[in-house]
């Protein structure tokens, strides 16, 4: 969709600000448009790297906008910086804001049992105008009943936390189901149902979000791995370029 995209180790990532990435979001839910949002942080980037069917699945998508702190610094260091960070979570909070406004469809679907429960019980109070169509758990084993569901309901909206990259998979397989704005939110819905706490504005200043979870979740540490891994690319592909 938009040609001003820019090339990380192999993941295309839009490059505009969250103000222009809000004006188009507006606009195709105005629509009714069918749009597939991915939002990759490095981890993501080495996971397309590894993997060329899901690598497709994301340069494909009709929004690639870049979640984590790294990718910033990727671009940076390639020289082909990026206006800024957007992240997955901060594009929930507007889609459920600005389904509030206009009144949309919105389905939930992914995360704990508990987790996908207290979000929709969070959307009915705090945003009353929303049309929660429907949600369900992360924790299926078949799709076929979720999937017309869906299609039935029809939402303008459809947040899928699944983790990565099973949820761009399946968005990926059956967005054709309802013109909507499709996203893969990963923990978003932690976060967003006040199960989980976001950083707090001090490390979000400091690009250390990624920290603050890690101090908060010792067990990450493997997946903080992919970190350093994407650093050493980058590198590798800076000298290259030159």
Known sequence: MHKNRVNILGTEFDNFTTKQFHKYLDDDLDVKANKFIVTPN???????????????????????????????????????PLHERITGFDTLQYLVEAANRKFSKVYLLGAKPEVIEASAEKIKKDYPQVDLVGYHDGYFKDEADIVAEIAEKQPNIVFVALGSPKQEIFINKY???????????????DVFSGTKKRAPKFFQALNLEWFYRLIKEPTRFGRMLAIPRYMNLINKEKKSRK
């Open 42 to 80: 490095p981890e993501i980037v080495l996971s397309a790297r590894k993997d060329t069917n899901f690598s497709e699945i994301v340069n494909n998508a009709d929004y690639v906008i870049p979640d984590g702190i790294g990718v910033i610094k990727g671009a940076k260091s390639l020289g082909t």
């Open 175 to 189: 967005r054709k189901t309802t013109d909507a704005i499709w996203i893969g939110v990963g923990g978003s819905f």
